[in-house]
Protein backbone atom coordinates (compact mmCIF):
# COMPACT_ATOMS: atom_id res chain seq x y z
CA UNK A 1 0.00 0.00 0.00
CA UNK A 2 1.60 3.42 -1.27
CA UNK A 3 0.41 6.08 1.75
CA UNK A 4 1.34 9.78 0.47
CA UNK A 5 1.22 11.22 4.00
CA UNK A 6 1.53 9.26 7.56
CA UNK A 7 -0.06 10.67 10.67
CA UNK A 8 1.37 10.28 14.03
CA UNK A 9 0.78 7.51 16.47
CA UNK A 10 1.42 9.67 19.30
CA UNK A 11 1.17 13.32 20.05
CA UNK A 12 5.07 14.68 20.00
CA UNK A 13 6.45 17.04 22.99
CA UNK A 14 5.51 20.75 23.19
CA UNK A 15 7.87 22.90 21.60
CA UNK A 16 6.56 26.28 23.53
CA UNK A 17 10.48 26.30 25.05
CA UNK A 18 13.61 25.00 25.16
CA UNK A 19 14.14 22.01 26.94
CA UNK A 20 17.80 22.62 29.19
CA UNK A 21 18.92 19.10 28.74
CA UNK A 22 17.61 18.87 24.90
CA UNK A 23 19.38 22.67 24.36
CA UNK A 24 22.78 21.65 26.58
CA UNK A 25 22.80 18.01 24.52
CA UNK A 26 22.46 19.77 20.74
CA UNK A 27 25.11 21.99 21.95
CA UNK A 28 27.22 19.53 22.42
CA UNK A 29 27.98 18.65 18.48
CA UNK A 30 30.90 19.43 17.86
CA UNK A 31 31.79 20.44 13.59
CA UNK A 32 34.89 18.92 13.49
CA UNK A 33 34.16 15.66 14.93
CA UNK A 34 31.38 15.60 12.58
CA UNK A 35 33.76 16.26 9.67
CA UNK A 36 36.77 14.18 10.86
CA UNK A 37 34.38 10.93 10.85
CA UNK A 38 32.82 11.93 7.07
CA UNK A 39 36.51 12.76 5.45
CA UNK A 40 37.44 9.24 6.95
CA UNK A 41 34.79 6.95 5.84
CA UNK A 42 34.82 8.90 2.64
CA UNK A 43 38.59 8.10 2.23
CA UNK A 44 38.86 4.89 3.73
CA UNK A 45 36.11 3.42 1.34
CA UNK A 46 36.36 4.94 -1.77
CA UNK A 47 33.54 2.74 -2.89
CA UNK A 48 30.68 1.61 -0.78
CA UNK A 49 29.11 0.10 -3.58
CA UNK A 50 26.84 -3.02 -2.46
CA UNK A 51 28.22 -5.49 -5.18
CA UNK A 52 32.12 -4.40 -4.03
CA UNK A 53 34.08 -5.88 -1.77
CA UNK A 54 35.26 -2.58 0.34
CA UNK A 55 30.87 -2.55 -0.05
CA UNK A 56 30.91 -5.45 2.15
CA UNK A 57 33.94 -4.09 4.51
CA UNK A 58 32.54 -0.93 4.78
CA UNK A 59 29.26 -2.03 7.24
CA UNK A 60 31.32 -4.41 9.13
CA UNK A 61 34.17 -1.60 9.79
CA UNK A 62 30.85 0.92 10.72
CA UNK A 63 29.21 -1.53 12.77
CA UNK A 64 32.78 -2.07 15.18
CA UNK A 65 33.12 1.49 15.42
CA UNK A 66 29.30 1.75 16.67
CA UNK A 67 30.26 -0.99 19.21
CA UNK A 68 33.24 0.49 20.56
CA UNK A 69 31.80 3.88 20.97
CA UNK A 70 29.26 2.61 23.30
CA UNK A 71 31.51 -0.08 24.74
CA UNK A 72 34.20 2.73 25.55
CA UNK A 73 31.30 4.68 27.11
CA UNK A 74 30.41 2.01 29.70
CA UNK A 75 26.80 1.03 27.70
CA UNK A 76 26.70 -2.95 27.59
CA UNK A 77 23.23 -1.77 27.22
CA UNK A 78 23.62 -0.89 23.89
CA UNK A 79 23.20 -3.78 21.07
CA UNK A 80 25.36 -2.67 17.54
CA UNK A 81 23.72 -5.54 14.63
CA UNK A 82 24.49 -6.27 11.06
CA UNK A 83 21.08 -6.97 9.76
CA UNK A 84 21.40 -9.74 6.71
CA UNK A 85 21.78 -7.99 3.62
CA UNK A 86 18.90 -7.70 1.05
CA UNK A 87 18.35 -10.70 -1.11
CA UNK A 88 20.84 -11.76 -2.94
CA UNK A 89 22.96 -9.29 -2.26
CA UNK A 90 25.97 -9.50 0.78
CA UNK A 91 26.45 -6.15 1.66
CA UNK A 92 24.03 -5.68 5.45
CA UNK A 93 22.50 -3.08 7.08
CA UNK A 94 23.96 -2.07 10.39
CA UNK A 95 21.15 -0.70 13.56
CA UNK A 96 21.94 0.49 16.98
CA UNK A 97 19.51 0.17 19.11
CA UNK A 98 19.48 2.19 22.37
CA UNK A 99 17.26 0.68 24.70
CA UNK A 100 14.12 2.60 26.33
CA UNK A 101 12.78 2.49 29.43
CA UNK A 102 9.31 1.47 28.36
CA UNK A 103 9.77 -1.42 26.21
CA UNK A 104 6.16 -0.71 25.08
CA UNK A 105 6.81 2.96 23.71
CA UNK A 106 6.75 3.17 19.85
CA UNK A 107 10.32 3.22 19.09
CA UNK A 108 12.72 6.20 17.07
CA UNK A 109 14.78 5.43 14.12
CA UNK A 110 17.56 8.22 12.93
CA UNK A 111 18.68 6.72 9.44
CA UNK A 112 20.82 7.28 6.58
CA UNK A 113 22.39 5.18 3.77
CA UNK A 114 26.20 3.85 4.02
CA UNK A 115 26.53 2.48 0.65
CA UNK A 116 27.77 5.01 -2.68
CA UNK A 117 27.54 4.05 -6.04
CA UNK A 118 29.58 6.02 -9.14
CA UNK A 119 27.33 6.26 -12.05
CA UNK A 120 23.50 6.73 -12.02
CA UNK A 121 22.56 2.48 -12.62
CA UNK A 122 25.62 2.24 -12.14
CA UNK A 123 29.04 0.53 -10.98
CA UNK A 124 31.53 0.04 -8.45
CA UNK A 125 34.38 2.21 -9.94
CA UNK A 126 35.63 5.28 -7.38
CA UNK A 127 32.59 6.34 -5.41
CA UNK A 128 33.86 8.44 -2.45
CA UNK A 129 30.31 9.64 -1.65
CA UNK A 130 31.75 11.92 1.09
CA UNK A 131 28.19 13.92 0.56
CA UNK A 132 26.07 11.13 -0.56
CA UNK A 133 25.98 10.13 2.38
CA UNK A 134 29.00 9.55 4.47
CA UNK A 135 27.54 12.94 5.32
CA UNK A 136 24.52 11.34 7.14
CA UNK A 137 26.34 8.74 8.71
CA UNK A 138 28.84 11.54 10.04
CA UNK A 139 25.85 13.41 11.40
CA UNK A 140 24.27 10.56 12.80
CA UNK A 141 27.55 9.62 14.35
CA UNK A 142 27.87 12.35 15.68
CA UNK A 143 24.94 12.47 17.48
CA UNK A 144 25.20 9.29 18.73
CA UNK A 145 28.83 10.53 20.00
CA UNK A 146 26.93 13.62 21.79
CA UNK A 147 23.93 10.83 23.26
CA UNK A 148 26.52 8.49 24.41
CA UNK A 149 28.63 11.40 26.22
CA UNK A 150 25.14 12.56 28.01
CA UNK A 151 24.21 9.34 29.46
CA UNK A 152 21.05 8.72 27.15
CA UNK A 153 18.56 6.65 28.62
CA UNK A 154 15.46 7.45 26.72
CA UNK A 155 11.48 6.43 27.28
CA UNK A 156 11.64 4.95 23.92
CA UNK A 157 14.19 2.80 22.41
CA UNK A 158 16.06 4.74 19.83
CA UNK A 159 17.82 2.87 16.92
CA UNK A 160 20.08 4.12 14.62
CA UNK A 161 20.23 2.40 11.22
CA UNK A 162 22.63 2.58 8.24
CA UNK A 163 21.22 1.07 5.44
CA UNK A 164 22.74 -1.40 2.54
CA UNK A 165 22.08 -0.45 -1.12
CA UNK A 166 20.23 2.48 -0.98
CA UNK A 167 21.80 3.09 -4.48
CA UNK A 168 20.30 0.06 -6.08
CA UNK A 169 16.79 0.73 -5.05
CA UNK A 170 16.26 1.46 -1.66
CA UNK A 171 16.61 -1.90 -1.03
CA UNK A 172 18.16 -2.00 2.76
CA UNK A 173 15.37 0.02 4.13
CA UNK A 174 12.79 -1.11 1.61
CA UNK A 175 13.32 -4.65 3.81
CA UNK A 176 13.57 -3.22 6.61
CA UNK A 177 10.55 -1.30 6.68
CA UNK A 178 8.90 -4.31 5.58
CA UNK A 179 10.01 -6.77 8.83
CA UNK A 180 8.93 -4.00 10.93
CA UNK A 181 5.65 -3.75 9.88
CA UNK A 182 5.17 -7.49 9.31
CA UNK A 183 6.01 -7.99 13.38
CA UNK A 184 4.18 -5.16 13.92
CA UNK A 185 6.48 -2.93 15.42
CA UNK A 186 5.35 0.12 16.39
CA UNK A 187 7.66 3.84 15.56
CA UNK A 188 7.16 7.07 16.64
CA UNK A 189 9.04 8.45 13.66
CA UNK A 190 11.72 7.97 11.37
CA UNK A 191 14.64 10.96 10.61
CA UNK A 192 16.35 10.49 7.33
CA UNK A 193 19.70 11.74 7.04
CA UNK A 194 20.78 11.58 3.06
CA UNK A 195 23.15 14.56 1.60
CA UNK A 196 24.11 16.79 4.57
CA UNK A 197 26.88 18.59 4.00
CA UNK A 198 26.74 21.01 0.81
CA UNK A 199 25.44 24.30 1.49
CA UNK A 200 23.93 25.05 -1.94
CA UNK A 201 24.80 28.29 -3.68
CA UNK A 202 21.54 30.42 -3.48
CA UNK A 203 20.98 30.03 0.76
CA UNK A 204 22.30 28.21 3.72
CA UNK A 205 18.60 26.62 4.21
CA UNK A 206 18.00 23.54 5.42
CA UNK A 207 15.57 21.89 3.07
CA UNK A 208 12.56 19.68 4.92
CA UNK A 209 11.02 17.33 1.69
CA UNK A 210 7.86 17.48 1.85
CA UNK A 211 6.73 14.46 -0.86
CA UNK A 212 6.92 10.73 0.50
CA UNK A 213 7.56 12.27 4.25
CA UNK A 214 4.98 12.73 7.09
CA UNK A 215 3.81 16.39 6.88
CA UNK A 216 3.35 16.27 10.98
CA UNK A 217 6.32 14.96 11.80
CA UNK A 218 7.61 17.31 9.04
CA UNK A 219 5.97 20.16 10.68
CA UNK A 220 7.47 19.52 14.62
CA UNK A 221 10.97 18.58 13.02
CA UNK A 222 10.96 21.75 11.60
CA UNK A 223 9.50 24.25 14.88
CA UNK A 224 11.97 21.59 16.81
CA UNK A 225 14.96 23.01 14.58
CA UNK A 226 13.39 26.57 15.16
CA UNK A 227 13.94 26.62 18.69
CA UNK A 228 17.29 24.58 18.86
CA UNK A 229 19.37 25.56 16.01
CA UNK A 230 17.46 28.65 15.00
CA UNK A 231 18.82 28.73 11.59
CA UNK A 232 16.91 28.96 8.02
CA UNK A 233 14.67 26.88 6.61
CA UNK A 234 12.92 25.81 3.25
CA UNK A 235 10.73 23.47 2.00
CA UNK A 236 11.14 21.56 -1.23
CA UNK A 237 10.25 17.85 -2.97
CA UNK A 238 11.88 15.08 -4.47
CA UNK A 239 9.44 14.08 -7.10
CA UNK A 240 9.91 10.63 -6.67
CA UNK A 241 11.07 8.34 -3.72
CA UNK A 242 14.62 9.60 -3.94
CA UNK A 243 15.71 7.95 -0.25
CA UNK A 244 15.07 5.66 2.51
CA UNK A 245 12.37 7.86 4.25
CA UNK A 246 10.27 6.89 0.91
CA UNK A 247 10.74 3.10 2.20
CA UNK A 248 9.60 3.67 5.36
CA UNK A 249 6.20 5.60 4.12
CA UNK A 250 5.77 2.73 1.82
CA UNK A 251 5.05 0.61 4.69
CA UNK A 252 2.66 3.39 6.67
CA UNK A 253 5.64 4.67 9.17
CA UNK A 254 5.91 8.59 9.35
CA UNK A 255 9.12 10.16 8.34
CA UNK A 256 10.88 13.40 7.62
CA UNK A 257 13.93 14.33 5.40
CA UNK A 258 16.11 17.44 6.20
CA UNK A 259 18.35 17.96 2.90
CA UNK A 260 21.20 20.04 1.87
CA UNK A 261 19.60 22.14 -0.49
CA UNK A 262 16.50 23.28 -3.28
CA UNK A 263 16.84 20.22 -5.64
CA UNK A 264 18.13 22.72 -8.27
CA UNK A 265 20.54 23.70 -6.00
CA UNK A 266 22.18 20.60 -4.48
CA UNK A 267 25.52 18.85 -4.81
CA UNK A 268 26.27 18.58 -8.29
CA UNK A 269 28.89 15.62 -7.78
CA UNK A 270 27.19 12.70 -6.26
CA UNK A 271 27.77 9.41 -7.72
CA UNK A 272 30.87 10.78 -9.13
CA UNK A 273 34.59 10.07 -8.19
CA UNK A 274 34.44 13.76 -7.43
CA UNK A 275 31.95 13.49 -4.36
CA UNK A 276 34.59 14.56 -1.96
CA UNK A 277 35.01 16.82 0.88
CA UNK A 278 38.02 18.96 0.00
CA UNK A 279 36.50 22.85 -1.36
CA UNK A 280 32.81 21.59 -1.08
CA UNK A 281 31.66 20.56 1.99
CA UNK A 282 30.92 22.73 4.69
CA UNK A 283 31.08 21.09 8.60
CA UNK A 284 29.41 23.80 10.44
CA UNK A 285 26.71 23.42 7.71
CA UNK A 286 26.58 19.72 7.93
CA UNK A 287 26.78 19.99 11.89
CA UNK A 288 23.34 21.31 12.07
CA UNK A 289 21.71 17.69 10.86
CA UNK A 290 23.67 16.41 14.07
CA UNK A 291 22.27 18.72 16.07
CA UNK A 292 19.10 17.79 14.46
CA UNK A 293 19.13 14.27 15.29
CA UNK A 294 20.11 15.15 18.67
CA UNK A 295 17.28 17.08 19.17
N1 LIG B 1 21.14 10.99 -2.11
C1 LIG B 1 20.38 10.53 -3.24
C2 LIG B 1 18.99 11.03 -3.20
C3 LIG B 1 18.74 12.45 -3.50
C4 LIG B 1 19.17 13.02 -4.67
C5 LIG B 1 17.98 13.17 -2.63
C6 LIG B 1 18.84 14.30 -4.93
C7 LIG B 1 17.65 14.46 -2.89
C8 LIG B 1 18.10 15.03 -4.04
C9 LIG B 1 20.24 9.03 -3.22
O1 LIG B 1 21.38 8.40 -2.72
C10 LIG B 1 20.03 8.55 -4.65
O2 LIG B 1 20.92 8.64 -5.42
N2 LIG B 1 18.81 8.10 -4.94
C11 LIG B 1 18.49 7.63 -6.27
C12 LIG B 1 17.20 6.86 -6.23
C13 LIG B 1 17.33 5.49 -5.63
C14 LIG B 1 15.96 4.83 -5.62
C15 LIG B 1 18.34 4.62 -6.37
C16 LIG B 1 18.26 8.80 -7.21
O3 LIG B 1 18.02 9.92 -6.73
O4 LIG B 1 18.30 8.59 -8.41
ZN1 LIG C 1 22.91 8.63 -4.20
Known sequence: IF???????E???????KDPVVDFSINQVDANSFANFTQNYSRQFQTRYAKSEQGK???KWLGALWLKMARDAGRNDIVVELLPPPRGLEQP?????IPGSDQSAPFVVLGGHLDSISGWGGGGSTAPGADDNSSGIGALTEAYRVLLKQSFHPRSTVQIIGYASEELGLLGSREIAANYQTNKARVRGVLQLDMVAYPGNSSRAVTFMTDYTSSALTRWTEQMFGLYVGTQTKEDRCGYECSDHASWTRYGYASVMPFEAAMDDMNPNIHTANDRWEGLLDANFGAQF????VG
Do not use: E, F, G, Y
Open 290 to 293: AKLA
Open 57 to 59: NAP
Open 93 to 97: SVRIS
Open 3 to 9: RSDVPLN
Open 11 to 17: DLPTLSQ
